[in-house]
Protein backbone atom coordinates (compact mmCIF):
# COMPACT_ATOMS: atom_id res chain seq x y z
CA UNK A 1 0.00 0.00 0.00
CA UNK A 2 1.84 3.04 -1.18
CA UNK A 3 0.86 5.69 0.46
CA UNK A 4 2.46 8.48 -0.93
CA UNK A 5 3.57 8.11 -4.86
CA UNK A 6 5.67 9.93 -6.89
CA UNK A 7 4.89 8.42 -10.81
CA UNK A 8 7.84 9.82 -12.51
CA UNK A 9 10.87 8.14 -11.90
CA UNK A 10 13.01 10.07 -13.88
CA UNK A 11 12.94 13.81 -15.07
CA UNK A 12 15.21 16.08 -17.16
CA UNK A 13 15.06 19.51 -17.58
CA UNK A 14 17.32 22.49 -19.65
CA UNK A 15 19.42 24.29 -17.51
CA UNK A 16 17.67 27.34 -16.75
CA UNK A 17 14.38 26.60 -17.28
CA UNK A 18 11.73 25.03 -14.31
CA UNK A 19 11.88 22.04 -13.15
CA UNK A 20 8.38 20.47 -11.71
CA UNK A 21 8.30 17.15 -9.48
CA UNK A 22 5.46 15.66 -8.27
CA UNK A 23 4.04 13.69 -5.48
CA UNK A 24 0.47 12.20 -4.58
CA UNK A 25 -0.50 10.76 -1.34
CA UNK A 26 -3.52 8.76 -0.29
CA UNK A 27 -3.95 9.17 3.27
CA UNK A 28 -6.13 12.25 3.98
CA UNK A 29 -4.40 12.75 7.60
CA UNK A 30 -1.13 13.44 6.79
CA UNK A 31 -0.76 17.03 7.76
CA UNK A 32 3.23 17.77 7.48
CA UNK A 33 5.19 17.15 4.07
CA UNK A 34 8.99 17.52 3.71
CA UNK A 35 10.96 17.03 0.25
CA UNK A 36 14.34 15.62 0.57
CA UNK A 37 17.21 15.43 -1.92
CA UNK A 38 20.02 12.77 -2.45
CA UNK A 39 23.13 12.66 -4.42
CA UNK A 40 25.00 9.31 -5.18
CA UNK A 41 26.71 7.85 -2.00
CA UNK A 42 25.35 10.42 0.02
CA UNK A 43 21.96 10.37 2.44
CA UNK A 44 18.90 12.41 2.16
CA UNK A 45 18.90 15.55 3.17
CA UNK A 46 16.06 17.97 3.88
CA UNK A 47 15.03 20.57 1.59
CA UNK A 48 11.65 22.23 2.30
CA UNK A 49 8.72 21.52 3.83
CA UNK A 50 4.81 22.66 4.18
CA UNK A 51 1.92 22.05 7.16
CA UNK A 52 -1.27 20.99 5.27
CA UNK A 53 -2.60 24.90 7.12
CA UNK A 54 -0.69 26.33 3.63
CA UNK A 55 -0.69 25.80 0.33
CA UNK A 56 3.04 27.26 -0.64
CA UNK A 57 5.94 27.63 0.97
CA UNK A 58 9.10 29.39 -0.73
CA UNK A 59 13.01 28.76 0.04
CA UNK A 60 14.86 30.64 -2.83
CA UNK A 61 14.71 28.92 -5.95
CA UNK A 62 12.88 26.13 -3.86
CA UNK A 63 8.56 25.91 -3.75
CA UNK A 64 6.75 23.74 -2.91
CA UNK A 65 2.85 23.75 -3.67
CA UNK A 66 0.12 21.81 -1.49
CA UNK A 67 -3.37 20.86 -2.69
CA UNK A 68 -4.89 18.90 -0.40
CA UNK A 69 -8.62 18.74 -1.70
CA UNK A 70 -6.63 16.97 -4.81
CA UNK A 71 -4.06 15.09 -1.97
CA UNK A 72 -0.91 16.77 -4.08
CA UNK A 73 1.93 18.22 -3.86
CA UNK A 74 4.46 19.31 -6.02
CA UNK A 75 7.88 21.30 -5.76
CA UNK A 76 9.59 23.46 -7.95
CA UNK A 77 12.71 24.64 -9.16
CA UNK A 78 13.88 27.60 -10.77
CA UNK A 79 15.76 28.15 -12.44
CA UNK A 80 17.03 24.75 -12.35
CA UNK A 81 20.93 24.66 -11.97
CA UNK A 82 22.93 21.48 -13.00
CA UNK A 83 23.73 20.66 -8.99
CA UNK A 84 20.57 20.28 -8.76
CA UNK A 85 20.56 17.06 -10.67
CA UNK A 86 19.78 14.50 -7.80
CA UNK A 87 16.99 12.11 -6.25
CA UNK A 88 14.18 14.10 -5.10
CA UNK A 89 12.03 11.91 -2.26
CA UNK A 90 8.86 13.42 -1.22
CA UNK A 91 7.64 12.26 2.45
CA UNK A 92 4.62 12.95 4.67
CA UNK A 93 3.64 12.81 8.00
CA UNK A 94 0.81 12.16 10.46
CA UNK A 95 0.96 14.52 13.83
CA UNK A 96 2.03 12.33 16.57
CA UNK A 97 2.80 9.34 14.75
CA UNK A 98 6.66 10.69 14.39
CA UNK A 99 7.26 8.85 11.50
CA UNK A 100 7.20 10.00 7.73
CA UNK A 101 6.44 7.78 4.61
CA UNK A 102 8.45 8.26 1.28
CA UNK A 103 7.79 7.95 -2.21
CA UNK A 104 9.65 6.27 -4.24
CA UNK A 105 11.69 9.62 -5.53
CA UNK A 106 12.40 11.32 -9.00
CA UNK A 107 15.47 11.36 -10.71
CA UNK A 108 16.07 14.79 -11.76
CA UNK A 109 18.91 15.43 -14.44
CA UNK A 110 19.64 19.29 -15.12
CA UNK A 111 20.73 19.07 -18.97
CA UNK A 112 23.80 22.13 -19.55
CA UNK B 1 26.03 20.77 9.68
CA UNK B 2 24.80 17.48 11.29
CA UNK B 3 26.71 14.75 10.07
CA UNK B 4 25.75 10.69 10.44
CA UNK B 5 28.02 8.14 9.58
CA UNK B 6 27.44 4.79 8.87
CA UNK B 7 29.73 1.27 8.78
CA UNK B 8 30.18 -0.12 6.61
CA UNK B 9 29.43 1.38 3.75
CA UNK B 10 28.55 -2.14 1.99
CA UNK B 11 28.85 -5.35 3.37
CA UNK B 12 28.77 -8.45 1.73
CA UNK B 13 27.98 -11.86 3.67
CA UNK B 14 27.18 -15.56 3.11
CA UNK B 15 23.64 -17.35 3.98
CA UNK B 16 23.10 -17.73 8.21
CA UNK B 17 25.52 -15.40 9.54
CA UNK B 18 24.72 -12.37 11.15
CA UNK B 19 25.67 -8.45 10.39
CA UNK B 20 26.27 -5.19 12.43
CA UNK B 21 25.54 -2.32 11.10
CA UNK B 22 26.53 1.08 12.93
CA UNK B 23 24.75 4.48 12.84
CA UNK B 24 26.52 7.40 14.37
CA UNK B 25 25.44 11.35 15.09
CA UNK B 26 29.26 12.48 15.11
CA UNK B 27 28.58 16.44 16.34
CA UNK B 28 25.43 16.01 17.70
CA UNK B 29 23.35 13.59 20.37
CA UNK B 30 20.53 12.04 19.15
CA UNK B 31 17.97 10.70 21.43
CA UNK B 32 15.80 9.42 18.46
CA UNK B 33 17.11 7.66 15.33
CA UNK B 34 15.42 5.88 12.99
CA UNK B 35 16.79 2.44 10.00
CA UNK B 36 15.38 2.37 6.96
CA UNK B 37 15.39 -0.10 4.26
CA UNK B 38 15.49 0.61 0.35
CA UNK B 39 14.79 -1.68 -2.51
CA UNK B 40 15.73 -1.21 -5.91
CA UNK B 41 13.34 1.84 -6.99
CA UNK B 42 11.33 1.65 -3.95
CA UNK B 43 10.63 3.78 -1.41
CA UNK B 44 12.66 4.49 2.29
CA UNK B 45 10.44 2.13 4.57
CA UNK B 46 10.76 2.72 8.02
CA UNK B 47 11.91 0.11 9.94
CA UNK B 48 12.22 0.68 13.33
CA UNK B 49 12.67 3.57 15.38
CA UNK B 50 15.49 3.70 18.29
CA UNK B 51 15.35 5.36 21.26
CA UNK B 52 17.88 5.56 23.27
CA UNK B 53 18.13 3.22 26.51
CA UNK B 54 14.68 2.06 25.23
CA UNK B 55 13.49 -1.13 23.33
CA UNK B 56 13.30 -0.23 19.70
CA UNK B 57 9.93 0.32 18.41
CA UNK B 58 9.44 -2.10 15.12
CA UNK B 59 6.84 -1.38 12.30
CA UNK B 60 4.18 -4.09 11.18
CA UNK B 61 5.92 -6.67 9.39
CA UNK B 62 9.16 -6.27 10.22
CA UNK B 63 10.77 -9.23 12.81
CA UNK B 64 12.37 -7.53 15.89
CA UNK B 65 14.02 -10.99 16.12
CA UNK B 66 15.34 -10.73 13.50
CA UNK B 67 16.57 -7.21 12.98
CA UNK B 68 18.27 -6.10 16.40
CA UNK B 69 18.32 -2.61 16.85
CA UNK B 70 20.27 -1.38 20.10
CA UNK B 71 20.44 2.27 20.63
CA UNK B 72 22.99 2.02 23.41
CA UNK B 73 24.02 5.98 23.83
CA UNK B 74 22.92 9.26 22.26
CA UNK B 75 25.23 9.17 19.57
CA UNK B 76 24.85 5.27 18.10
CA UNK B 77 22.43 2.67 17.47
CA UNK B 78 23.44 -0.62 15.41
CA UNK B 79 21.41 -3.02 13.72
CA UNK B 80 22.17 -6.39 13.54
CA UNK B 81 20.97 -8.59 10.89
CA UNK B 82 20.74 -12.13 12.48
CA UNK B 83 20.97 -15.17 10.32
CA UNK B 84 20.66 -13.24 7.16
CA UNK B 85 19.33 -14.63 3.90
CA UNK B 86 19.58 -13.55 0.52
CA UNK B 87 15.84 -11.97 0.37
CA UNK B 88 17.56 -9.32 3.30
CA UNK B 89 19.83 -7.88 0.64
CA UNK B 90 19.11 -4.48 0.38
CA UNK B 91 19.67 -0.69 1.43
CA UNK B 92 19.82 0.21 4.95
CA UNK B 93 20.14 3.72 5.68
CA UNK B 94 19.60 5.29 9.41
CA UNK B 95 18.58 8.67 10.35
CA UNK B 96 18.88 10.85 13.79
CA UNK B 97 17.43 13.37 15.13
CA UNK B 98 19.15 16.43 15.79
CA UNK B 99 15.98 18.14 17.25
CA UNK B 100 12.29 18.16 17.83
CA UNK B 101 11.35 18.68 14.20
CA UNK B 102 11.68 16.31 10.96
CA UNK B 103 14.02 18.97 9.47
CA UNK B 104 16.63 18.18 11.73
CA UNK B 105 16.64 14.73 11.01
CA UNK B 106 19.70 13.60 9.46
CA UNK B 107 20.52 10.71 7.12
CA UNK B 108 23.26 8.62 6.80
CA UNK B 109 25.08 7.59 3.43
CA UNK B 110 23.25 3.91 3.74
CA UNK B 111 25.02 0.50 4.00
CA UNK B 112 24.16 -2.12 1.04
CA UNK B 113 23.96 -5.16 2.32
CA UNK B 114 24.55 -8.51 -0.11
CA UNK B 115 23.76 -11.59 0.92
CA UNK B 116 24.60 -14.78 -1.27
Known amino acids: DQQVKQNSPSLSVQEGRISILNCDYT??????FLWYKKYPAEGPTFLISISSIKDKNEDGRFTVFLNKSAKHLSLHIVPSQPGDSAVYFC???????????FGQGTRLTINP | GAVVSQHPSWVICKSGTSVKIECRSLDFQATTMFWYRQFPKQSLMLMAT?????????EQGVEKDKFLINHASLTLSTLTVTSAHPEDSSFYICSALAGGSWETQYFGPGTRLLVL
Open chain 2, 50 to 58: SNEGSKATY
Open chain 1, 27 to 32: NSMFDY
Open chain 1, 91 to 101: AADIQGAQKLV
